[in-house]
């Protein structure tokens, strides 16, 4: 429902102006990441949810990149010769620790672990986005014309699709990225586990993410279709600038990141567990729950307010995630399209 219309795009500029968005994204948020992973492991590295996850990150085990709109997981296979693993410094903010981190280990390290979660990161994003803008022109051609319906039906959507269709490809960047297999022994390592566990193997955690993923990405296209529009209406404008996305971005992600971070809460539990198992080797966390089970738990143990830790760092993470994406997308959008004229 952008007010830049689809039509005077190729799928092929869609497609480049969201790749574009991913890289420039987490060029801006890597470094918060690394920093904000530092800071909680100085502070409390087993506090409540964080606990397992801080854990295997301490071990040198994997490196998580989040752009906002999605995460992935980094895997490796000895930490402690990885940049961006170090015993962390004693730092006293966020400010003390970008310096400190440059001084003591290089600003590279800022940016450590980006290129094979890129590798993951764009495709989904062009699919994510290209498809959200392709329904949304579908679905205004549509004998019924719902505009107030269309962010909504076309964001779930998209994101359902993006979401299902890399959810195999994950497990098997994973594999690569860990055991270090050749395509011969991933094969026979995959069909095993397909062999055993069934093809529903190839999705494990997909309901939880699902579940946070969808409903996150419905309230955010709602939000942001509307303050966009409102914004426009109050600047005169018929195209959104710079501005208006940047600002519809960050206040359309940071309301839904609230609201389902209690989704969010559960992944990292189930993404924890699968990593323990992967590289960790544990049989403490065997047992696979429902994500209503893991609610329960984590309320009986921490009560409600359990479902909303990490709520601060992810908004300091999704809010300028969400601007930058986006307000990238849209003027890469405008510019093929006034190339196009």
């Known amino acids: 429902m952008s007010n830049i219309s689809i039509q005077k795009l190729t799928i092929v500029q869609q497609a480049i102006a969201s790749c574009c968005g991913a890289i420039i994204t987490s060029l801006f948020v890597t470094p918060l990441d690394v920093v904000k992973t530092r800071l909680q492991a100085q502070s409390n590295p087993f506090h409540k949810a964080l606990t397992i996850f801080l854990y295997t990150i301490l071990l040198g085990k994997s490196f998580v990149y989040?752009?906002?709109?999605?995460?992935?997981?980094?895997?490796?296979?000895n930490g402690d010769s990885k940049a961006w693993y170090k015993k962390p410094g004693r730092f006293k903010g966020t400010l003390d620790a970008f310096v400190k981190i440059i001084q003591t280990e290089g600003i590279k390290t800022l940016w450590s672990g980006l290129l094979p979660t890129l590798i993951m990161a764009i495709p989904?994003?062009?699919?994510?986005?290209?498809?959200?803008?392709?329904?949304?022109?579908?679905?205004?051609?549509?004998?019924?014309?719902?505009?107030?319906?269309?962010?909504v039906i076309a964001g779930s959507l998209s994101r359902f699709?993006?979401?299902?269709?890399?959810?195999?490809?994950?497990?098997?960047?994973?594999q690569m990225q860990y055991r270090r297999l050749s395509y011969k022994q991933l094969y026979l390592c995959i069909s095993t586990k397909v062999a055993v566990d069934g093809w529903s193997s190839l999705w494990r955690g997909w309901t939880s993410t699902i579940l946070r993923d969808v409903p996150f990405s419905a309230m955010y296209w709602y939000n942001y279709e509307r303050f966009k529009k409102m914004m426009c209406k109050e600047v005169g404008a018929n195209e959104p600038t710079f501005f208006v996305s940047f600002t519809s971005g960050a206040t359309s992600g940071s309301i839904a990141a609230v609201t389902t971070q209690p989704f969010d809460?559960?992944?990292?539990?189930?993404?924890?567990?699968?990593?323990?198992?992967?590289?960790?080797?544990?049989?403490?966390?065997?047992?696979?729950?429902?994500?209503?089970?893991?609610?329960?738990?984590?309320?009986?143990?921490?009560?409600?307010?359990?479902?909303?830790?990490?709520?601060?760092?992810?908004?300091?993470?999704?809010?300028?995630?969400?601007?930058?994406?986006?307000?990238?997308?849209?003027?890469?959008?405008?510019?093929?399209?006034?190339?196009?004229?």
């Not at 949304?136 to 107030?148: I, M």
């Not at 699709?161 to 994973?174: A, F, H």
């Not at 921490?302 to 300028?320: E, Q, S």
Request: charged share 20%; aromatic share 10%.
């Open 161 to 174: 699709g993006s979401t299902t269709v890399v959810g195999p490809l994950e497990l098997i960047k994973t």
């Open 66 to 77: 989040s752009s906002g709109l999605m995460d992935h997981v980094y895997v490796c296979e």
């Open 265 to 341: 809460v559960v992944k990292t539990h189930r993404q924890t567990q699968l990593w323990e198992n992967e590289t960790l080797k544990s049989k403490l966390l065997r047992d696979s729950k429902s994500t209503w089970a893991i609610m329960r738990t984590i309320v009986a143990s921490n009560g409600i307010t359990g479902l909303f830790a990490g709520i601060t760092p992810r908004l300091f993470k999704v809010a300028p995630a969400c601007a930058i994406m986006i307000s990238t997308y849209e003027y890469g959008k405008s510019f093929f399209s006034h190339l196009n004229e």
């Open 124 to 151: 989904t994003t062009v699919i994510y986005f290209t498809c959200y803008d392709q329904l949304c022109e579908a679905l205004k051609n549509g004998p019924e014309k719902h505009d107030e319906h269309i962010p």
